[in-house]
């Protein structure tokens, strides 16, 4: 795993009511910030532009949950749920709802390593209004695990033990498509033990493994992070960690690739490869996170390492021309890497 910036943070876009008697609404901004010097991650808001920033709870009580990661997401119920990697019970993270108007704060539930250790993903909320997520280790086989949440009962429910055939070490969340069931990535296990692309289905609780990532020549990538994302086109957009045509173990820089959900096995192409030497390094390379889609129909992305300051840089992926584009070198000193 990279290291993780002290002061990282993730938003969410949500809407709330105005206080007073303006019966418009509001955008604001709500995310989670991993641990600084002075707390173990807050819940923060800010306005649809980024101003006004507000710390509305601080992670300080072990027995609430440290160190939040991921993003909140606003349920059908109007609250806000995240989870923590740290912190709770037995110390193994803790699953959080957040009241946005009444910035009340109440734990739901701990990881308590038999049935899921140390999320390092967010919730998605799936059609049948219940939430879904994984931890990254913990379970029977101490490889993680795919959970399920009631928001309606509080109820907890292990889903599915990773065991390594299908997968193991989960770094991301979980997809829902419009077959209703959920994707998702592991960064190891799978036929080369390199990681996997799997499909869970919340009914049976069954995974089905879509595609194997293995270190070939054709440079498809191996250990993906982050989360799948589907989009427009009817393709789900994901990255590996490394990989590259000729490249060893832990080497590459990364790979951008598509997946496409009407096959069954080995659906997955590479869009661009990442380069870890100079001076491809220039647009960035090894990539953690995930990618999204802009109204413009282009997919913007960051990369860890690379860059002109060697800090990471943001890039455009045009899906049209299969264009890729560097846009921003981030700046140790005065931006963040």
């Known amino acids: 795993m990279g290291i993780e910036p002290k002061h990282m943070r993730t938003i ?10 303006s019966l418009s609404a509001q955008k604001q901004l709500w995310g989670v910030s991993a641990s600084s010097d002075v707390a173990s991650g807050t819940i923060f808001r800010t306005d649809s532009v980024g101003n006004n920033y507000t710390d509305v709870y601080v992670f300080n009580d072990k027995a609430n949950g440290l160190d939040p990661y ?26 959080f709802q957040f009241q946005p108007d009444a910035l009340v704060y109440t734990k739901l539930h701990d990881f ?41 009962t509080n109820a907890f429910t292990n889903r599915f033990v990773f065991n390594g055939t299908k ?12 077959d209703g069931k ?11 033990g390199t990681g996997s692309l799997f499909q ?37 957009y994901g990255f590996t960690r490394y990989g590259k045509p000729g490249f060893g173990l832990g080497q590459g820089g990364g790979v951008l690739f598509k997946y496409d959900l009407t096959l069954n096995w080995n659906s997955v192409t590479p869009l661009h490869n990442f380069d870890e030497t100079f001076p491809g390094s220039i647009d960035g390379y090894e990539v953690i996170s995930s990618v999204i889609e802009a109204n413009n129909s282009k997919l913007y992305g960051m990369t860890l390492k690379g860059g002109t300051d060697s800090a990471g840089t943001i890039f455009e992926y045009d899906l049209s021309t299969q264009q890729f584009t560097k846009l921003h070198d981030f700046n140790r000193n005065s931006e963040g890497y």
Do not use: W
Request: overall charge neutral; aromatic content about 12%.
């Open 12 to 21: 969410l876009l949500i809407f709330c009511l105005c206080l007073g008697t």
């Open 70 to 95: 991921g993003s909140l997401i606003q349920a059908v119920n109007g609250k806000l749920y995240g989870l923590t990697k740290n912190g709770g019970t037995y110390n193994y993270g803790t699953l």
């Open 112 to 152: 308590d390593s038999i049935n899921g250790r140390n999320p390092y993903g967010s919730l998605v909320e799936a059609a049948n209004g219940k939430l879904y997520g994984m931890t990254h280790s913990g379970g029977q086989y101490d490889r993680g695990v795919i959970f399920e949440f009631n928001p309606s």
């Open 167 to 178: 997968g193991r070490y989960p770094y991301g969340s979980l997809t829902e498509a419009t």
């Open 182 to 192: 959920l994707y998702g990535l592991a960064s190891t296990g799978g036929v080369d």
């Open 200 to 236: 869970f289905d919340p009914v049976s609780g069954t995974v089905t493994v879509r595609h194997s990532f293995v270190i070939t020549t054709q440079g498809k990538g191996y250990d993906p992070r982050g989360s799948l994302l589907f989009t427009q086109d009817g393709y789900a």
